[in-house]
């Protein structure tokens, strides 16, 4: 400080914080347990009410996951919230709506829509019921012998009463319910005592009282297949296997009923082996044709063949035709064996030509056959890839075969003989022809059934068939084959009847494609 000036004062002041927050150190301590009591109350509190909200909440979970289980006698506990009380009740409510609704589907799923009787479902159910496991019974399959007739005959809902009828009639019969596992078909799971002839017996004897449906007195005949269960479970698969085995074996029973016969089940699984095996030969070349000749009788010479079928396998040996191929035409396997001859056929056709042969090939079809769409399309399209000429191709059917469905018989056959393909009637006077549908149908050629023919040089009766025949033949504008001429005076008859064409051993035996050649080049075959 100067002379002029006065010296300048200071002062330091100072106090301890700790002293001045002291009076606010309670203060702060208060508010701290106030707020930890505070949390402690809200937290008790919130658990406390969260318990009692979700405690009925995770049960409802509980239940809806039973609920999805099946299990629908379960319920939710009483609550005394109001909102929670009603839920709990709208889901029971909800519950037993779905357990009704199930019980109604489950019933639709379970029992035929037509009659009301339990179905295949319903008999699966009744399979798994320990009582009916846990005793023997055995089992009968019905099966109505007339529906294909009784439909064209009676309406649907007449027809869906008498079948009603004939499910009741069973189950009063047998005293035991009655389940439809096919359209004609009805299954009796009975007891072993009486015993199942018994009851068979009791069956065909209460069906011989008629039906009224409609004001229609409806007699309804029944084949029975029985299988006894031998004290071993049978799933549902099993029992109505074995249950159509023996109602097979039934439709060929004179009384109309059979047993399951295990013994037949071995022979029906080496048929199907036979068929995986036919159809393996036809790939590896062990089928082939035998070629039997047929000789024109105004021409003089050989004209035509037929392609037959042989068999040589090589674990078989030689299977005879009558083996396997109607067993082919039950199974539908003969649709493979068809297609097979077809493209041999044509192919042996085009060869011959090449060889300056024009050699016509007959090949038998099926009633199978006629049901094939595709049949007249492959034809057409062989013809085309092999430059054959249609009628170089025979086509021969039974009338058995035409007649199983003449309707569709007729519009592949006309189709067929648009073609030019020629066809012809196999085995006439075998079956039970129509001369009504015979006429419209557009064949060229009546092949007559060799049993006439064998014996005409002996019988008169035979004499007089086949002279008709030949006649008839020629009305309709058709040639006429003879089959199984064995002789020379059974080909002197056929001559003098006008016959066109003759077949059998003393033609020619069927044979391969080198000996038949060597028949063509022989100056005379009769």
């Known amino acids: 400080a100067g002379p002029d000036r006065p010296a300048a004062a200071a002062a330091l002041l100072s106090y301890p914080v700790a002293e001045a927050l002291a009076p606010y150190r309670k203060l702060v301590l208060t508010l701290l347990a106030v ?4 949390l402690v109350v809200l937290v008790a509190g919130g658990l406390a009410i969260a318990r009692n909200l979700t405690r009925p909440l995770r049960e409802l979970a509980g239940v809806t996951r039973r609920v999805a289980e099946g299990d629908y006698r379960s319920v939710l506990p009483p609550t005394r919230e109001r909102e929670l009380a009603d839920l709990a009740d709208n889901f029971n409510r909800m519950v037993v709506a779905v357990q009704e609704r199930e019980g109604r589907l489950r019933h639709q799923a379970e029992h035929d829509a037509d009659t009301g009787l339990p179905n295949r479902l319903g008999l699966a159910s009744l399979l798994t019921r320990r009582e009916i496991m846990a005793r023997p019974y055995a089992v009968v399959m019905a099966e109505v012998q007339q529906l294909p007739e009784l439909r064209t005959v009676l309406d649907h809902q007449s027809l869906n009463a008498l079948l009603r009828g004939v499910g009741e009639r069973l189950e009063r019969l047998c005293g035991a319910p009655v389940t439809r596992v096919a359209t004609e078909a009805f299954v009796v799971l ?38 006894d269960r031998d004290g071993a479970p ?7 296997q074995r249950a ?11 009384d109309g009923t059979a047993w399951y016969d295990p013994s037949a089940q071995g022979a029906h699984e080496r048929r199907l082996s036979l068929m995986s095996d036919l159809r393996e030969g036809l790939r590896a070349g062990e089928v082939q044709f035998a070629y039997q000749p047929k000789f024109d009788c105004r021409a003089g010479r050989i004209t035509a063949v037929e392609a037959l079928v042989r068999w040589h396998s090589p674990t078989r040996g030689f299977v005879p035709p009558d083996d396997f191929i109607p067993l082919a035409e039950r199974t539908g396997n003969v649709r493979h064996l068809t297609h097979w001859a077809l493209e041999q056929a044509v192919a042996r056709i085009a060869a ?19 049901a094939d769409r595709g049949l007249v399309g492959r034809i057409r399209d062989l013809l085309q890839r092999h430059r054959v000429p249609a009628p170089l191709l025979h086509l021969e059917l039974t009338e058995s075969a035409v007649m199983d469905d003449p309707g569709r018989a007729l519009d592949l056959l006309g189709s067929l003989s648009g073609l030019g393909v020629r066809l012809a009637i196999d085995d006439f006077g075998a079956g ?14 009546l092949k007559i059934d060799k049993s006439f023919v064998m014996n005409l ?28 001429v064995e002789d020379a005076a059974t080909v002197d008859l056929l001559r003098g009847y006008g016959c066109d064409m003759l077949q059998g051993y003393h033609i020619g035996r069927p044979t391969t494609v080198a000996e ?4 063509l080049r022989e100056e005379s075959h009769v």
Do not use: C, M
Request: without cysteine; proline residues 5%; negative net charge.
């Open 35 to 38: 707020f930890a009591l505070g």
């Open 190 to 227: 009975i007891d072993p005592e009486p015993a199942p002839d018994v009851v068979a017996s009791i069956i065909r004897n209460g069906f011989l009282t008629p039906f009224q449906v409609a004001g229609t007195t409806v007699d309804v005949g029944l084949r029975l297949g029985l299988v």
């Open 234 to 240: 049978l799933d549902l698969a099993t029992l109505l």
């Open 244 to 254: 159509h085995a023996a109602l097979d074996r039934a439709r060929t029973a004179p």
């Open 352 to 370: 011959w030509r090449g060889e300056g042969h024009e050699l016509a090939v007959a090949v038998n079809i099926s009633a199978t056959d006629l």
């Open 432 to 445: 039970y022809s129509s001369l009504g549908y015979l006429k419209r149908l557009p064949v060229d050629e």
């Open 457 to 484: 040089a002996q019988s008169e009766e035979d004499r007089i068939l086949v002279r008709s025949t030949i006649d008839l033949g020629h009305n309709l504008g058709l040639r006429v084959t003879a089959e199984g």
């Open 516 to 519: 038949l050649e060597n028949l």
